[in-house]
């Protein structure tokens, strides 16, 4: 398993932006598919974002589509999430989660099977304000 750490949330207005980073340790990073999460209050967790062990493979969820960005530095074993034009309803704790990368699984599979991502951070507060 590889162990990972969010950074990068905080406070910001609607229309703003932060980039999360999410570090992991462990020499095989590089052989994992990484996905963002985030969990609103009293809501369920939900898929944010998705991106394969090389990074040329991407998917997002409709509600971050062309605000989001995901992206990796496979050297620096950190994957990224770049939020612009942030809404209200982006407000929530936000995790990042590794899978064991299945060339074979599409970026929507692992959207919708949460439970292929083994390991997951403690989560880093994103709120904002309208």
């Known amino acids: 398993q590889v162990q990972l750490v969010e950074s990068g949330g905080g406070l910001v207005q609607a229309g703003g932006s932060l980039r999360l980073s999410c570090a992991a340790s462990?020499?095989?990073?590089?052989?994992?598919?990484m996905g963002w999460f985030r969990q609103a209050p009293g809501k369920e967790r939900e898929f944010v974002a998705f991106?394969?062990?090389?990074?040329?493979?991407?998917y997002y969820a409709d509600s971050v589509k062309g605000r989001f960005t995901i992206s990796r530095d496979n050297a620096k074993r950190t994957v990224y999430l770049q939020m612009n034009s942030l809404k209200f309803e982006d407000t929530a704790v936000y995790y990042c989660?590794?899978?064991?990368?299945?060339?074979?699984?599409?970026?929507?599979?692992?959207?919708?099977?949460?439970?292929?991502?083994?390991?997951w951070g403690q989560g880093t507060q994103v709120t904002v304000s309208s």
């Open positions: 989660a590794a899978a064991v990368d299945d060339p074979g699984l599409s970026g929507s599979y692992y959207a919708t099977h949460g439970g292929l991502f083994a390991s």
């Open positions: 991106i394969n062990w090389s990074g040329w493979s991407k």
């Open positions: 462990g020499r095989t990073f590089s052989s994992y598919a």
